[in-house]
């Protein structure tokens, strides 16, 4: 058991570096916190899936690609290493002007006193079916983020070795999947409790955070460091 637990924390911290910045997905799950929070749950569970989706992807394909590719493993993983890099600073520099916080939802109107029982009924059935179609719908607005996937693909491939067994690679998978849903359904709570009013501030240190964590990433797999001759 203790040998799946680096795996998983590794999954984890994965995980958390590709949920934590909040970019344009996450205040759009606030938004729809603030609306309803059965919708924002699913909608949650579908960036989440996503994220798990591309970890999976690029986890069965890392160590095929790692194992054609031994003789040059250590400039592989180097080049992932600045992949990643990239990102991070990427996402760093964005955070110095994070974009303000979209004005909330207006307040649906009051459905009058008179209106007949029969005109109310698909109204009041209509929520039942929103937390499926926001599900789809938030996987395919994440889906359409080519960085995770280039993110995951970066990882696992310079982690090929370390994921090729069948365990690992699920104690990974695991750990990515628990971390980014854990961290969208927090920000599903803190929507329902708050809104969009997040500090400027608070936003600002999800990006260092997250971004950090992936730069920290870069940095681990990156070493030892390939040599010439």
């Known amino acids: 058991m203790s040998e799946l637990m680096t795996p998983t924390l590794a999954g984890a911290a994965a995980g958390l570096g590709v949920a934590m910045p909040m970019g344009a997905m996450s205040v759009l799950l606030l938004q729809e916190a603030m609306r309803d929070r059965r ?3 699913a909608a949650a569970a579908g960036i989440a899936a ?8 690029a986890t069965a394909l890392g160590p095929w690609v790692a194992s054609h590719i ?11 290493a600045v992949i990643l890099l990239v990102i991070a600073a990427r996402g760093l ?13 207006p307040a649906p109107a009051p459905t009058p006193a008179s209106a007949p029982a029969s005109a109310s009924a698909p109204a009041a059935a209509a929520p039942a079916a929103r937390p499926a179609k926001a599900f789809a719908r938030y996987v395919g607005l ?3 983020n080519p960085t995770t996937a280039l993110y995951f693909a970066a990882l696992t491939t310079a982690q090929g070795a370390a994921l090729g067994t069948g365990p690992a690679g699920a104690a990974f998978l695991l750990g990515v999947g628990a971390a980014s849903l854990l961290w969208q359904q927090a920000l599903v ?11 400027a501030g608070a936003r600002v240190w999800t990006f260092r955070l997250g971004y950090g964590l992936v730069a920290a990433y870069a940095l681990k797999i990156a070493f030892p460091l390939p040599t010439l001759g």
């Open 39 to 41: 919708t924002a749950v």
């Open 50 to 57: 996503v994220d798990l989706g591309y970890a999976a992807l």
């Open 70 to 80: 031994s003789p040059v493993e250590a400039w592989v993983r180097l080049a992932s």
């Open 93 to 105: 520099a964005g955070a110095a002007s994070p974009a303000p916080a979209p004005a909330p939802a």
């Open 142 to 144: 994440t889906a359409l």
């Open 189 to 199: 709570t803190l929507g329902s409790l708050a809104g969009t009013r997040v500090p």
